[in-house]
């Protein structure tokens, strides 16, 4: 055996000794020394040899020189033919050092294996060197070694502070100074090559001071610079204000002082600087007064109510009299339901009115189930243990209307119910017997009375007590809190809070103490009053550095009102003022345009109000026919409290002698100034006729041309102009609120082949020719599209022109035929069905071009009249089996035959009442049909032109019986019968025709006895037109719910099966339902 393995071990050895070894190396065999001065050369120059792991055919010769500290392992040689390159370089190199060939490497040739330096030097200075050396031994295998460390020319490379740190606490909104750090030699002069990793930490500053989670410490230089713009402090740290000099407490002004470190080089330190405290608003200031009521009510959980009135007080005058009600700003609603079982699935609360409408789930009330919210009338804890259910919910519109004349919201005291219920999983743990127990609260704010305003700012504190009414007054005022970067209030020491009214639209002036020093943090406001009333006024609140007076740190409170809907009083009565007055011979502007005052009441007295709020005049009295003219200037901004207006005018009287009057608004304040009468030469087109009414209603047979009703303007004004010689056109505009009034048919209609539109036809145009000369013409109707904000408006004029009207003539008019042609998307496709029905308005327009001014335009606007179009289908299919049944039976309405005076419905033979067995089959055969009509066309030419549709229009239709609901009526319950699993009856399928038959088929299975069903049916119409291009599907007789007159049911009462025998129905005689309905 041992023979045997010396065989084997000897060309192993052989095998071993000819393969080179990757384990070479280079040994440093004097290590490099720095010098003390920047520029020399190292005091002690590296030496390298590169060693070999093994000998070989390679390493034969004597090395050049002997190496007495070399120590070579066993089987070491040295590599004494290797002739390679080999790279030196500067590997840690903290301040971005060169050698003297300006680069931070350099290449060398070995010479025997080895290279002596002898004049390596580095150009700036440092501390924590290392060289590399890298080179390849005589095998081709890459090897390196890197040196100790070493210091080379003393502390030449630094760090400097070029952009010195004014730092924030963390949150303040205020500018900040970063710090930035470059890396200098002696001169300095920038190192871009250093890239040393530099952190930053707080050398000194307040007690517990640190940086801010989101804080950077630590920031790697790119090309030699460093940019820390990720820092905030959790503490402010400031001197004294020296204008405080009451104050006795030792004097500490604590500053930070930032320390900048970085391996290798010596730590550098920030110039002293303050951060101030950010301010935050901890009680906002306000105006208005604030009226807490509680409620509550307790019941099953089908729900019970709670009722707020007499919440709404009055304001007093001078006297104690009361004198009008609260002006409400907001009211919000917050409701609370007690935990009895409102934990799991299923258990939450089921609905919420609030007067007459349905709150969303979800949106404005949280339903719940809520964890933990269950066993409160078990534990004693129905006052305690409750789950918020609707949240601040605003209210306002339900406690008040919207005033006609001035478009503003008017409280008038009505009662505000809520109602809310509970699923019926909610069934343990009863508060005093009830599941379900509320409590209500209404939050109201209204504003201060006309006598508060001289009085400062105020604060209410409330108490929200299950007690009816609570309406504390605290004399707070704003309070403002310095606080650090965490959240705590800043104690080092006091300092001065100023304030300015940083936003008033009525330029009022802030007065009272106007700066305050904190005490304990906090700066209480006591005496700050804005001198005029008006929305939305702000106050600013701020401190300034002390160290640095640049540094400013700024908070803005919320908005708040003062007033609103109570001041300023809007005067026309005082001695300055001018009430407006009507020229009787000047139609365009007033003679005396009105002035008003604002008022103000202070030291006792009513005095003129210093405000430039704005005012807005609109129409009062009259204001359904007559308008302010377009050219006036219906917003002036007051000047101290004066109101000037100097171009209002005012037009549309509507008839002889309307009395009209101004109504002026300003902070949701308003007068009314007295009547004026609106004489002949100011006068607005209105209805020659009564008809249509307002609000009347029409009806326009689907894809038929239906003259609907003649609309008669006329223009009653008589003008009196110098030369006697002007341009008048009066217009009529038309609109809808239907997006299917998609254009306007002009003459001679050829755009209205496949057009939902209303017509306004030139044909007919009637004019009063008798006051027209021989200079007259008459101008065809063009269409002019416009919009208004309130609905889509889509507008046609009628025109007629006349270039030359006797003086003194009498009054004019025109008169145009409105026509109307729906499609398919105007109708209804379900009946009985409430859609189809759309808003058509119509105006009357006057525009007047004198011709002394051509350049200017007076257009007058007339009433409005708004009528109601109901499309109509033109087809009436009915029922002839099983019984007869048509749309006048079931009152359907939304067909021609509303139209017609149709014969009164005939009473129906009674709707089919069936009884069978389970298992036993029902056949019962079905007929529906339409009888053909025809309708006018669906776009007329005008009289004298070649008409561009058929004068009927052809319709084409298919039916279709369906059936539309199931019912499943018991001795308990009536609910909408499924069939997922159970069979359904079913109505045989055929292509639609006219008529159409099929049969209702049925065997019912068990599982379904016991029970009455009723089987509904509709009727489905394919209709479609050779005069339009347009399809549509409409559907009779879908009942919304089980006993609708429009319902068609047979009724089948399933009994356990006697006869295995099937039910089948012929065209039904009286013997034959007889058989039917007994199963016989």
Not at 754 to 775: E, G, H, K, T, W
Request: aromatic share 8%; charged share 15%; hydrophobic share 35%.
């Amino acid at each position: 055996m041992a023979k045997l393995m010396e065989v084997f071990l000897v060309p192993l050895f052989i095998c071993s000794y000819f393969i080179p070894s990757s384990a070479s190396r280079i040994e440093i065999i004097q290590q490099p020394v720095g010098n003390v001065l920047k520029g020399r050369a190292l005091s002690q120059q590296p030496h390298v040899v590169v060693v070999l792991s093994s000998s070989s055919e390679l390493s034969v010769g004597q090395p050049q020189q002997s190496y007495t500290d070399l120590v070579l392992s066993e089987g070491e040689t040295l590599d004494v033919n290797n002739n390679n390159i080999m790279t030196v370089s500067i590997s840690k190199n903290p301040v971005g050092a060169a050698f003297s060939t300006g680069s931070n490497s350099f290449t060398v040739r070995l010479l025997n294996g080895a290279y002596n330096f002898t004049d390596l030097l580095i150009l700036q200075g440092g501390t924590g060197f290392t060289l590399k050396f890298q080179t390849q031994d005589s095998y081709g295998n890459l090897i390196s070694v890197e040196s100790d460390l070493f210091d080379c020319g003393g502390q030449d490379a630094q760090m400097h502070i070029v952009q010195q740190p004014t730092l924030n606490v963390f949150g303040s909104p205020q500018p900040w100074i970063p710090p930035i750090l470059q890396v200098q030699d002696a001169t300095g002069a920038h190192l871009p090559l250093a890239e040393p990793e530099i952190s930053v930490s707080i050398f000194s500053g307040p007690t517990g001071a640190n940086f801010s989670g989101d804080s950077s410490l630590s920031v790697s230089a790119s090309k030699g610079q460093a940019i820390f713009d990720k820092l905030w402090v959790t503490k402010a740290a400031t001197s004294l204000d020296p204008r405080i000099t009451s104050y006795l407490e030792p004097i500490v002004n604590v500053f930070y002082v930032l320390k900048f470190s970085a391996p290798g080089y010596a730590d550098v330190y920030s110039s002293e600087f303050e951060v101030l405290p950010v301010l935050a608003v901890e009680r906002e200031p306000v105006s208005d007064h604030v009226h807490v009521v509680t409620s509550g009510c307790s019941g099953p959980v089908a729900g019970c109510f709670i009722n707020f009135t007499n919440y709404l007080g009055m304001y007093t005058d001078l006297n104690g009299t009361a004198s009008s009600p609260w002006k409400l700003q907001s009211a919000r609603l917050s409701v609370s339901v007690a935990c009895t079982d409102l934990d799991g699935t299923g258990e939450m609360v089921s609905y919420v009115t609030v007067g007459s409408r349905m709150l969303a789930k979800g949106v404005e009330y949280s339903p719940g189930p809520w964890a933990g919210c269950a066993f409160a009338g078990c534990r004693s804890q129905c006052q305690t243990n409750t789950r918020l259910v609707v949240s601040e919910l605003d209210v306002l519109s339900d406690l008040g209307t919207i005033d006609p004349f001035t478009q503003l919201f008017k409280s008038d005291g009505r009662k505000l119910s809520v109602r809310l219920g509970l699923t019926d999983a909610v069934n343990v743990c009863e508060c005093d017997g009830s599941l379900l127990v509320a409590n209500a609260t209404l939050r109201l704010t209204y504003s201060i009375s006309q006598y508060e305003q001289d009085l400062p700012l105020r604060y209410f504190t409330l108490s929200f007590l299950r007690t009816n009414v609570s309406d504390r007054l605290g004399r707070q005022q704003p309070v403002i809190s310095l606080r650090n970067g965490d959240g705590t209030l800043y104690g080092l020491m006091p300092l001065i809070v100023s304030v300015n009214l940083s936003y008033s639209p009525s330029g009022a002036l802030l007065q009272g103490a106007r700066t305050l020093t904190t005490a304990n943090s906090l700066a209480t406001f006591t005496d700050l009053k804005v001198t005029e009333a008006g929305p939305d006024n702000q106050l600013r609140f701020y401190i300034v550095g002390t160290k640095n007076s640049s540094r400013v740190e700024v908070v803005d409170a919320s908005p708040f009102n003062i007033g609103t809907g109570m001041l300023p009083v809007l005067s026309l009565d005082c001695p300055t003022c001018l009430q407006p007055v009507v020229s009787p011979t000047e139609y365009e502007v007033f003679s005396q345009q009105p002035v008003l005052n604002l008022l103000k009441f202070s030291g006792g007295v009513w005095v003129k109000a210093l405000s430039d709020l704005p005012v807005q005049v609109a129409m009062g009295e009259g204001r359904d026919v007559a308008q302010i003219a377009m050219t006036s200037t219906r917003v002036v901004r007051a000047v101290q409290g004066v109101v000037r207006y100097t171009n209002l005018a005012v037009y549309n009287g509507g008839c002889l002698h309307q009395f009209s009057s101004l109504v002026f608004v300003c902070n949701d304040n308003f007068v009314v100034s007295q009547s004026f009468n609106l004489t002949d030469d100011n006068l607005s087109p209105t209805f020659a006729s009564p008809y249509p009414a307002n609000g009347s209603s029409f009806g326009a047979v689907m894809w038929s041309s239906t003259l609907l009703f003649h609309v008669n303007i006329t223009d009653r004004n008589i003008y009196r102009v110098a030369n006697n010689t002007y341009s008048d056109k009066l217009n009529v505009y038309v609109w809808g609120n239907k997006t299917w009034i998609n254009g306007f048919c002009s003459s001679p209609c050829l755009d209205a082949k496949n057009a939902s539109c209303v017509q306004l036809l030139p044909d007919n145009l009637d004019v009063n020719s008798v006051n027209l000369d021989a200079n007259s013409s008459v101008v065809n109707p063009s269409v002019v599209w416009k919009n208004v904000s309130r609905i889509p408006q889509y507008s046609l004029k009628g025109t007629t022109y006349c270039k030359i009207k006797p003086v003194n003539s009498i009054a004019w008019w025109i008169s145009l035929p409105v026509k109307f042609s729906p499609l398919c998307i105007n109708s209804a496709l379900n009946f009985p069905g409430d859609g189809g029905k759309s808003t058509v308005c119509l105006q009357g327009v006057d525009n007047f071009n004198p011709l002394d001014s051509t350049s200017k335009t007076i257009s007058t606007l007339g009433e409005e009249r708004c009528v109601e179009i109901k499309t109509l289908s033109p087809v009436a299919p009915y029922f002839v089996q099983p019984t007869a049944f048509n749309i006048s039976q079931a009152q359907i309405s939304g067909t021609y035959l509303d139209r017609e005076n149709a014969p009164p419905p005939a009473s129906a033979e009674s709707f089919p009442s069936l009884t069978i067995g389970v298992g036993c089959k029902l056949e019962l055969p079905v007929e529906v049909r339409n009888d053909d009509k025809t309708f006018p066309g669906s776009c007329r030419a005008p009289l004298g032109l070649s008409p561009s549709a058929p004068d009927t229009a052809s319709f084409s239709y298919g039916l279709r019986a369906k059936i539309h609901r199931v019912y499943q009526t018991s001795l308990y319950e009536q609910r909408e019968a499924s069939f997922g699993v159970l069979p359904g009856p079913v109505l045989d399928s055929h292509s639609s025709s006219n008529p159409y038959t099929t049969a209702l088929r049925w065997q019912p299975v068990r599982g379904q006895e016991g029970f009455v069903y009723s089987i509904c049916l509709s009727i489905q119409v394919n209709l479609s037109s050779t005069d339009v291009n347009d399809a549509c599907l409409q559907e009779f007789y879908t009942a919304p719910f089980l006993g609708h007159p429009s319902q068609y049911c047979v009724t089948v009462d399933v009994a356990r099966c006697r006869r295995g025998r099937a039910f089948t129905a012929a065209p039904l005689s009286d013997a034959g339902l007889q058989v039917l309905r007994t199963g016989g």
